[in-house]
């Protein structure tokens, strides 16, 4: 008989719409991070370290990415004769074929999956967060608790805590409340989406909601627990937790990497994040290079200059650029003379020689103001850009771009250029 | 595939000095992100052929730990694998591997079991990119009993380390000179040969039954007027790294943008096993220049024409120059190493110096307790 005590289901389906360009061909969990790896490797690797072998990843928007980064596993030692990783895409069925409509109704709609392995709890996680934590710990305080539901919490700095979902918990961390993005918040312990369910209360509440359209936990299946009376706790969180779906949130835990001393440490030898590495040979710095307060990537080659940056494996950084405060992702290929202050550039860009990225004056975007408003250059995947041209603060660029994009050579600041198939 | 791949991996050199003192040359870390064997092992997955078996014997457990899984070459399959042999007591044999033909035979089923016509038959510790199917065709086209790669070298070179040939216009080997006091002719063999699998076990069986145990000397040599043994030319990179001064040598090679864009950017690539390190990170006051990082390393200090492998740690006001620093070393604040190789694991007091002479490198072994993180 096949027995798990404990499954993740991962929810990477989202497209991060917030990411702007960056997500416009990857969904957000498979977006590059820290130099060499992917959002999704940070709940992975907490997976597999807290002994949680069996993982569904449920995936929808963009998921070719995801699909080739997770394979079998392997990287996560998630390759395994029982359970694994299980990529788990919407499919067509007899009748009322759906996508996933909310995550509880993604859940829902693989059910078979989960009760194949007779699960007694499930573990809910999201990927698009950058953390290091041990769920067993989680499911043993589950256990004490004599729980139906565990939501991890965070406390938040009480004048942000009106941005987040808020438990408000009794003597025994039990939650008596919740308030969704609440004005005058009463508790400033902040839901982080991380849910440990006993399977019969998951079970039972999924069923029972099953027609609910949009299904969700946060909306629907957290307060359908707590209006039956089951047994809901918070376990508090203290450690390094960084939601990465701004851009502005995506640049800084970024840079927070390049710390003398990062609070969330990749290098310390317990807990690894694990991610596959196909890039193998060291980087190159050439004898003109500066390279300072930075991270870079394995393969990558510099003979320009690199500062407050992260770079990502198989870069090339041209003679005499300059790239500052910025992210450059893998593969990419920054032409000599080219300067970039506040970027990020996505996988396989092309950067012609003596372009110009982030000059001017901040405006605010004509494109999308709600997207991009933190003062940074944003490149999409596989995007080019042409020798020699300007651009400003606060744009976006994505596709193929040639000099007559850029009138007078120069895209201003707070414009876009988004070419074939751009999304908002 | 048509051919079986063996690794001749047994070999300790002393003049490897102290870095052979705790592994096989095969298995000595190379250009930051490799182990020697990973170019043979590439080279064997990226020619396509899927059973090799490498043979081991002097301190193999480092190299026996970076084998421990087949998946970074892709072998490890239902049809064929990675087979590691090392020298076992039977009920007929009782010595180590006395010699390379030894070797062979006493492993002989692994040859007789196998049923791939063809035997390619290369050593651990060169680096260099070659499909062996070109050789095996040239092999093919020449009715050769053997195939030697050989490569002409310099003539400036010392090649008294290596086996040296004449051949005739055809390419067929007309003389064989194996490490000779003077050296002769600039044409040297590489160690990879290409010989029918059962050619092969007909001249391993008569060299057993004769007590001879040298493949290079009781088998290519000795049979050179005797069977048609020809060498195939290579003409593109290719170094042994079985001695210090090599070493060193083919280790700086790859600061040049030639030797990296062959080895690193062009198809095929080279394998490793992957150790899921972090990006490399510089801290202010890192000034590295005309050097290779590898991951997992943190640089605080000025680093100049050298070479960093996996995990290195280079403190405060540090400088390291024209020096190769093993994987896992940490190097505490102010400390000088000019000229060195610096073994793995090590770890150097802060405001130590080391230097050595540019001809002769200076092989640092500090084993201090370390007090990190």
């Not at chain 2, 002989?108 to 499909?131: M, Q, W």
Request: charged share 25%; with cysteine.
């Amino acid at each position: 008989m096949i027995k798990k005590e404990m499954i993740a289901m991962l929810l990477a389906g989202g497209q991060g719409s917030r990411l702007g360009v960056l997500t416009q061909k990857v969904a957000k969990p498979a977006v590059s991070f820290g130099g060499k790896y992917r959002i999704i490797d940070f709940p992975l690797s907490n997976c597999i370290n807290s002994g949680v072998d069996t993982v569904g990843v449920l995936t929808q928007y963009q998921p070719l990415r995801l699909n080739t980064h997770i394979g079998i596993g392997i990287p996560w030692d998630l390759d395994r004769n029982v359970g694994g990783v299980t990529i788990l895409p919407p499919y067509e069925r007899s009748k009322g074929s759906d996508w996933y409509t909310g995550t509880a109704n993604a859940i829902f709609q693989n059910l078979e999956y989960m009760e194949t392995y007779n699960p007694d709890y499930v573990l809910i996680l999201s990927g698009d967060h950058i953390y290091k934590m041990d769920y067993e710990v989680m499911l043993e305080y589950h256990k004490a608790n004599n729980a139906d539901v565990t939501i991890a919490a965070m406390p938040v700095p009480i004048e942000e805590a009106s941005r987040f979902g808020i438990v408000i918990t009794d003597e025994n961390n039990r939650i008596t409340e919740f308030e969704e993005k609440p004005a005058n918040p009463r508790s400033n312990l902040a839901s982080m989406g991380i849910y440990i369910f006993s399977w019969p209360a998951l079970k039972e509440a999924l069923v029972s909601l099953s027609e609910v359209p949009g299904c969700d936990f946060g909306k629907h299946i957290i307060p359908y627990c707590h209006g039956k009376g089951e047994r809901i706790f918070a376990y508090e969180y203290n450690g390094y937790w960084k939601d990465v779906g701004t851009l502005g949130s995506y640049w800084e835990a970024n840079m927070e990497l390049i710390d003398i001393i990062p609070e969330f440490n990749l290098y310390e030898e317990y807990w690894k994040i694990y991610t596959k590495s196909d890039i193998i040979p060291p980087q190159y710095i050439a004898s003109n290079a500066v390279v300072e307060r930075s991270i870079i990537g394995e393969g990558t080659e510099i003979y320009g200059a690199v500062k407050n940056s992260v770079i990502g494996a198989g870069v090339t950084i041209g003679e005499g650029a300059v790239v500052q405060d910025s992210i450059i992702m893998r593969d990419c290929v920054i032409g000599p003379g080219v300067v970039i202050d506040r970027a990020i550039v996505a996988e396989d860009t092309r950067v012609g020689a003596g372009a110009q990225l982030g000059v001017g004056e901040f405006a605010s975007s004509t494109y999308d103001p709600k997207v991009y408003q933190f003062d940074l250059v944003t490149v999409g995947e596989h995007s080019v850009i042409p020798e020699n041209v300007k651009v400003g603060r606060n744009t976006a660029i994505s596709g193929e771009t040639s000099a007559e994009d850029y009138p007078d050579g120069l895209l201003a600041s707070g414009d876009s250029i988004v070419k074939a198939g751009g999304v908002k | 595939m048509r051919a079986i791949g063996i690794v001749l991996a047994g070999g300790n050199s002393k003049r490897m000095r102290e870095l052979s003192n705790k592994r096989a040359i095969s298995a000595m870390p190379v250009v930051g992100s490799y182990r020697s064997i990973d170019f043979v092992l590439s080279n064997m997955t990226n020619s396509h052929i899927q059973n090799v078996a490498v043979f081991t014997q002097y301190n193999s457990r480092s190299l026996n730990e970076h084998l421990s899984s087949s998946k970074w070459w892709d072998f490890g399959r239902k049809q064929g694998g990675l087979y590691v042999f090392t020298p076992t007591i039977t009920a007929e044999n009782s010595d180590w591997y006395r010699g390379t033909a030894d070797a062979l035979y006493q492993n002989l089923t692994f040859l007789k079991n196998s049923h791939e016509p063809y035997v390619v038959i290369a050593s651990g510790d060169c680096i260099y990119k070659l499909d062996y199917n070109k050789v095996l065709e040239y092999h093919i086209e020449k009715k050769a009993d053997i195939t030697v790669v050989c490569k002409d070298m310099s003539p400036d070179e010392d090649l008294t380390r290596f086996g040296q040939v004449v051949t005739n216009d055809d390419g067929r080997i007309v003389e064989f000179e194996e490490k000779p006091m003077v050296s002769s002719a600039s044409t040297i063999s590489c160690g990879i040969y290409v010989i029918r699998r059962r050619q092969l076990i007909e001249l391993i069986e008569r060299c057993a039954a004769e007590d001879r145990v040298d493949f290079v000397r009781d088998i290519l040599v000795r049979y050179k007027d005797l069977k048609r043994i020809y060498a195939y030319k290579m003409d593109t990179y290719w170094s042994n790294i079985a001695s210090v001064e090599s070493y060193y040598k083919a280790n700086m090679d790859f600061l040049k943008p030639e030797v990296r864009n062959f080895f690193f950017k062009q198809y095929p690539d080279i394998y490793s096993k992957v150790d899921d390190l972090p990006p490399a990170k510089y801290n202010p006051g890192a000034a590295v220049k005309n050097s290779l990082i590898s991951s997992g390393s943190i640089i605080n200090g000025i680093v100049e024409n050298s070479i960093l492998f996996k995990k290195a740690y280079v403190g405060n006001n540090c400088v390291i120059k024209n020096s190769i620093i093993l994987n896992d070393v940490y190097i505490g604040d102010n400390t000088v190493i000019e000229n060195c190789i610096v073994e793995s694991r090590d770890t150097i007091r802060a405001n130590t110096t080391y230097i050595g002479a540019p001809d002769d490198v200076k092989i640092v072994v500090e084993k201090n307790e370390r007090y990190t993180l």
